[in-house]
């Protein structure tokens, strides 16, 4: 009677252990209620026959952990295919910054008197805002200029019209008609580059008064004029940076630029946890003072990126090799001393040894052992080798 209960108490606490490792435990995914026995004590001669037929066959699958798709799924053991290319992980610092177009310095274009800001610190702006508002002398004479060309291209082009009304009377000759006509052309170009020129300045009025407008929109993070202050042409009268335009730039070792392309993989760790970018661009010596730093640009794949300014680690995995296999790192087991991942089967997993090789961002090399063509339990595969484990043991008694 004590022997019953301590086998009941061993398979009580295993099942226990499988189901707080796992979470739906593979012992509760197998075990099946077992048969009643016969009343009177006595088991059928067949069933001895089919439990001798049963040894025999696991003792032939040795290695093998039957389970059903279904099971598996249960049992939160997902699988993985079996991937060509490694490499060596290198390890990186980087920040979380503003893409290249998603942060302005506004300068004043013509020199003026600050008559009124707008906006303050911290303010949501569109693109086209004002920030603030300069009355200037130079972009006076500009508006003059651009209505002194506008109202000469009107008086050209009026001459033009009435020299032909006199030719096709016969009263100028046409040679004069032509003449006017293109003294009608060069006020009008004239007249144009005039606007462009008070446009580029921001549009002023007969007055000079004029609006410093916002490029992007954004937020802005500082104003560097008040009211009643003077601002030189180019001065920065207020920066705006979009927060949500952000990206992660790390710095690396010179020697990485060779190495690091475009549409490599990164596993990146930042204040919110780990999720995986992509590069987006590489270039070399550009870091500051000439450092000769290589600067990698990346974007995250499905994830938020942190506030720019944010700390980043990231781990970049270089020298690939297009011929090797890889699969993830938790998919690697050790079993007896040995490196083994479980290979799935139509009627389960089967335990193969394997070489493992390098480990980078996430995945181990496979040296020997797999073809390519696999698919292996990735996520919870440790429940496989503990299921394995006590079928070994079970059967050692």
């Given amino acids: 009677m004590n022997t019953d209960k301590a086998r009941l108490?061993?398979?009580v606490a295993a099942?226990?252990?499988?189901?707080?490792?796992?979470?739906?435990?593979l012992s509760t995914v197998l075990n099946k209620p077992a048969p009643a026995a016969a009343e009177d004590g006595h088991a059928d001669e067949n069933d001895g026959q089919a439990a001798a037929k049963g040894g025999e066959s696991a003792k032939a699958?040795?290695?093998?952990?039957?389970?059903?798709?279904?099971?598996?799924?249960?049992?939160?053991?997902?699988?993985?295919?079996?991937?060509?290319?490694?490499?060596?992980?290198?390890?990186?610092?980087?920040?979380?910054?503003?893409?290249?177009?998603?942060?302005?310095?506004?300068?004043?274009?013509?020199?003026?008197?600050?008559?009124?800001?707008?906006?303050?610190?911290?303010?949501?702006?569109n693109a086209g805002q004002a920030l603030?508002?300069?009355v200037s002398g130079d972009a006076a004479s500009l508006r003059a200029e651009a209505d002194a060309a506008q109202a000469a291209y009107v008086l050209a082009e009026q001459a033009h019209g009435r020299d032909e009304d006199l030719a096709k009377l016969g009263v100028v000759a046409k040679r004069e008609a032509e003449v006017s006509h293109a003294q009608a052309l060069s006020a009008q170009a004239s007249a144009r580059a005039a606007r462009a020129r008070a446009s580029a300045a921001g549009g002023p009025n007969a007055a000079g008064r004029l609006n410093v407008t916002s490029p992007i929109a954004g937020v802005v993070t500082s104003v560097q004029v008040g009211p009643g202050g003077f601002v030189a042409q180019g001065g920065v009268v207020a920066e705006v940076t979009n927060p949500a335009r952000v990206e992660l730039v790390f710095n690396a070792p010179p020697q990485l630029a060779a190495q690091a392309q475009p549409g490599a993989r990164m596993q990146?760790?930042?204040?919110?946890?780990?999720?995986?970018?992509?590069?987006?661009?590489v270039a070399?010596?550009?870091?500051?003072?000439?450092?000769?730093?290589?600067?990698?640009?990346?974007?995250?794949?499905?994830?938020?990126?942190?506030?720019?300014?944010?700390?980043?680690?990231?781990?970049?995995?270089?020298?690939?090799?297009q011929g090797g296999l890889s699969v993830p790192s938790e998919a690697v087991q050790t079993v007896e001393g040995k490196s083994v991942v479980f290979v799935q089967t139509q009627r389960g997993f089967r335990a193969v040894q394997v070489l493992a090789g390098r480990q980078a961002g996430g995945r181990t090399e496979i040296l020997r052992g797999l073809t390519g063509e696999e698919r292996v339990a990735s996520t919870n595969a440790f429940l496989l080798k503990a299921e394995m484990a006590k079928g070994e043991a079970e059967h050692g008694h």
């Fill in 284 to 321: 070399a010596d550009a870091g500051a003072q000439n450092s000769g730093a290589t600067v990698i640009r990346a974007k995250p794949e499905g994830a938020a990126l942190p506030p720019a300014g944010s700390p980043v680690t990231g781990a970049l995995v270089t020298g690939q090799e």
């Fill in 61 to 125: 699958e040795e290695g093998v952990v039957p389970l059903t798709p279904a099971q598996a799924q249960a049992s939160g053991i997902q699988v993985a295919a079996v991937t060509r290319g490694g490499g060596a992980e290198v390890r990186l610092s980087g920040r979380v910054a503003p893409v290249i177009d998603a942060k302005a310095s506004v300068s004043a274009v013509v020199g003026g008197r600050v008559e009124r800001v707008l906006v303050a610190p911290g303010q949501s702006i």
């Fill in 268 to 281: 990146v760790s930042g204040p919110g946890g780990e999720f995986s970018a992509v590069v987006t661009g």
């Fill in 15 to 25: 099942a226990v252990v499988l189901a707080g490792a796992g979470g739906y435990g």
């Fill in 9 to 11: 108490y061993g398979a």
């Fill in 132 to 134: 603030a508002v300069l």
